[in-house]
């Protein structure tokens, strides 16, 4: 008589395991999110079924390693080379996610079909579409003659066997893991053991044959790619495309590259051929600003090596509720509320009657302290009713003492605000700079106060 099969109770959240179902989870505190599942039963031919004596690994030193350099396989896309830290290397698995209608699905089937066209061989595995829905996007696109080979999969076995079945892949697209499934678990797809399951079969067999893997995830509510934290682990490199959908401009980040920095992003622009390149972005997030109403600031900000100018708006209006309302977009709300004390305890400028509505144009999150002095700029215009300098930027780290501390690449923030026709900036007063090639006026301030007095504050 056969032994019935193990089961647990996995989160579907963050992949806790529990003894018993429970309707909230301990570990990440989601509701409803545990499920049962089957144990995975030992994938054949791992040794895992009876003991294995095992045998022995060739060992190589850094000298061998470091003769043996592996070439990166450049993408087409030039902001996307920029976020993998000059191109795809070899072998490596990649994981992008994002919310749903971003554009993952047509930045995957731009890169394949650039790949396909560059004379590599790309296959692209799509488990929520029908190859010939795939087929009027890329009609769309005008990639219709592209050689890339497609296929409608969820089967990771089947899915394998076909990779192994022909030429080798340069390139291998899922999209998305959450719709895989493997033979040996009894779990439904997207569930955290098939997901795991799936991973790791996908990125075993890249890893064994040099193709370059690249997986799909779904974000949760959150904005976190679905599922336990052990795929981002599993994969080398993991990308969030971001975006408002009501703007036309997509950002892709690296939150982790072992091939190359982390703090890099790569600026698109949705049309209607598709996701275009953008080169010089500060010009298309300052491009409708409306420069003589108050409360807007420009902030000279720095992603990764690139200089970035993006304006800050500012609404600050008298409350007519108990609790005055603070709404932020793009921005961190805890540092806005940071700030507002900053502001009421230095300057004597207090907001606790007003709302206060905090905004990145453009769509665009920033996350980098040295915002605070752009941020605290619009908002004392706001609330002032007195419009700042068109011609002028702000960075810089306001402390909770009100000082302005330095920033990093001040002077790559100043020649990208002076090549694109800023006349001033109000930076730190701390910090050295090589003012015999900037041409801007510059405001040094070392106090919040400073910028409040000259608005009349």
């Not at 070899?90 to 994981?95: D, E, Q, T």
């Not at 394998?160 to 439904?188: N, P, Y």
Request: hydrophobic share 45%; proline share 5%.
């Amino acid at each position: 008589m056969a032994r019935p099969a193990k089961t647990s109770f996995v989160c579907q959240n963050c992949g806790a395991v529990s003894p018993r179902w429970a309707g909230k989870c301990s570990a990440c505190g989601e509701w409803n999110t545990i499920a049962e599942e089957a144990d995975a039963a030992p994938p054949p031919g791992s040794g895992l079924t009876k003991a294995s004596k095992g045998r022995v690994v060739p060992l190589e030193t850094l000298r061998d390693a470091a003769d043996a350099k592996v070439a990166r396989m450049p993408t087409g896309l030039a902001e996307l080379d920029r976020v993998t830290g000059g191109g795809i290397v070899p072998g490596s698995a990649l994981l992008i996610g994002g919310e749903p209608g971003i554009g993952k699905s047509t930045l995957l089937l731009q890169l394949a079909a650039a790949f396909a066209q560059a004379g590599r061989r790309a296959v692209y595995f799509t488990g929520e579409e029908a190859a010939a829905q795939v087929r009027l996007r890329a009609e769309r696109l005008g990639l219709s003659k592209a050689p890339l080979a497609l296929a409608s999969e969820t089967n990771v076995a089947n899915i394998l066997a076909t990779l192994a079945g022909g030429k080798r892949a340069d390139l291998i697209v899922v999209d998305s893991i959450q719709t895989l499934w493997a033979d040996a678990l009894e779990a439904a797809p997207g569930t955290v053991s098939q997901v795991r399951a799936a991973t790791q079969s996908l990125v075993r067999y890249a890893k064994a044959q040099g193709s370059a893997l690249l997986l799909v995830g779904h974000v949760t509510k959150d904005g976190q790619i679905a599922g336990p934290k052990v795929i981002e682990h599993m994969v080398d490199t993991v990308l969030y495309f971001e975006g408002d959908r009501g703007h036309p401009f997509r950002i892709l980040r690296a939150a982790k590259n072992r091939f190359g920095a982390t703090d890099e992003i790569g600026v698109f622009e949705m049309a209607a051929e598709g996701l275009r390149e953008v080169a010089n972005p500060s010009e298309l997030f300052l491009g409708d600003r409306l420069a003589s109403a108050p409360g807007s600031a420009v902030f000279a900000g720095v992603e990764g090596t690139r200089p970035l100018l993006v304006e800050i708006q500012a609404l600050v209006v008298a409350s007519g509720l108990g609790t005055p309302r603070r709404a932020v977009v793009g921005w961190d709300s805890s540092r806005l509320a940071m700030l507002l004390a900053v502001i009421d305890a230095r300057c004597g400028v207090g907001f606790g009657q007003h709302d206060v509505y905090l905004n990145v144009a453009g769509g665009l999150k920033i996350t980098e302290p040295a915002a605070d002095l752009a941020a605290a700029a619009a908002l004392l215009s706001s609330i002032s009713g007195v419009a700042l300098d068109p011609d002028r930027v702000y960075f810089g780290e306001i402390s909770l003492s009100g000082a302005v501390r330095p920033a990093g690449h001040m002077l790559t923030r100043l020649r990208e605000a002076q090549k694109l026709g800023f006349k001033q900036a109000v930076c730190p007063a701390a910090g050295e700079l090589d003012v015999g090639v900037i041409k801007l006026g510059l405001s040094r301030v070392d106090h919040v106060k400073g910028l409040a007095e000259t608005l009349g504050l």
